[in-house]
């Protein structure tokens, strides 16, 4: 039975491009890092002779991001097609997180080049200001911001 969640997983064409996103943008921090190649990791993945590297940003309130960048095996036809995901895009489609002041952030975002869905929004009832942005892969990250 789940308890809650460990992480989220983002696959990522540049680790260094996008950890500029993550840290830089959004203020998370580096929890771990490392670089694996070995035999469990081959097998956790079913690639043979995979090489990767991964970080972990740790979300103030609870939970972790993690970025891999596969140095080994790449989804070259993702590398050569990247743009922003679609909303209805099926599979993990989005992840929500929530932030303090979305506005000074969609600033931000806007600012160092990023791409958003929309303006942020009021969510009917008032009660939530939220936004779709992406990160430097194209994966679509909810921000959201309670009023309340």
């Known amino acids: 039975m789940v308890s809650r ?11 260094e491009k996008s950890l500029l ?6 203020g998370l921090k580096i929890y771990k890092r490392a670089i694996e190649d070995d035999f469990f990791i081959s097998q956790l993945t079913a690639i043979e002779n995979v090489k990767l590297e991964w970080v972990k940003l740790i979300i103030p309130d609870g939970g972790l991001i993690e970025i891999i ?4 095996s790449p989804d070259k036809e993702f590398i ?3 743009v922003p995901s679609m909303s209805n895009k099926i599979g993990c489609s989005h992840v929500a997180l929530t932030v303090k002041n979305l506005d000074n952030l969609y600033k931000k975002i806007i600012a160092n080049g990023y791409s958003t869905k929309s303006k942020p929004l009021v969510a009917p ?4 200001k939220l936004l779709y942005c992406h990160d ?13």
């Open 69 to 72: 960048q596969y140095h080994s």
């Open 5 to 15: 969640i460990r992480h989220v997983g983002f696959v990522v064409s540049n680790i």
């Open 125 to 128: 009832g008032g009660k939530a």
């Open 80 to 82: 050569t097609k990247t």
């Open 21 to 26: 996103f993550y840290k830089e943008t959004l």
């Open 136 to 148: 430097p892969d194209g994966s679509i990250l909810e921000l959201i911001q309670d009023l309340n």
